[in-house]
């Protein structure tokens, strides 16, 4: 190999490295702007604060639970927040009506659609928390169980530092 046929080679190395360096570099702000866009709508939807909250998004073999919790255990005014808007959002989702999810995340996000088709088919049940509340998500249809699934990482990868995994 001669060393202009190793000089190009390098070259296109390196160049292949500046590409892909910039594609994830791109990705993260693309990721970045949308958590924020996703702050901004989620403040607009959800009456608590999301400084002071935590969300939870944790994927079970039949669907799923979503917890929404506390920074400070001892705040009551955000728990009753918390407590009173995922009661709205249960009765809601019951009914087929994942309008608030949708106008924070977007009508095209992952698993949304079938949700809402199939939401007489997901046993959906609050529970009040010291610290806040949980919603649990459970149904028999595999098609469901991957929808929660999808919906639960799409909320999770939006949500960013508000939220946690488990």
């Known amino acids: 190999m001669t060393n202009s046929v190793q000089r190009a080679i390098i070259i296109g190395i390196g160049l292949l490295i500046v590409l892909v360096g ?3 570099v791109v ?11 996703v702050r901004i709508q989620g403040q607009q939807i959800m009456p608590f604060d999301l400084d002071q ?4 998004f944790v994927t079970t ?6 917890t929404v919790v506390v920074k400070d255990p001892t ?3 955000q728990i009753r927040l ?3 808007h995922l009661t709205a959002e249960i009765a809601r989702f019951q009914a087929g009506d994942f309008a608030d999810p949708a106008a924070i995340h977007g009508q095209t996000m992952p698993g949304l659609a079938a949700l809402e088709r199939g939401a007489a088919a997901i046993a959906l049940r609050y529970t009040a928390l010291p610290a806040g509340a ?5 149904t028999s249809d595999a098609t469901l169980v991957a929808a929660l699934h999808d919906w639960f990482m799409a909320q999770q990868s939006d949500h960013g530092a508000d939220a946690m995994s488990h």
């Open 75 to 77: 705040n009551a005014e």
């Open 53 to 56: 909250t935590t969300h939870s």
């Open 61 to 66: 073999p039949t669907g799923g639970v979503q």
């Open 82 to 84: 918390i407590q009173t």
């Open 22 to 24: 910039s594609i994830v």
């Open 134 to 138: 949980h919603i649990s998500y459970t």
């Open 27 to 37: 990705q993260r702000t693309s990721l970045n702007e949308r958590q924020a866009d």
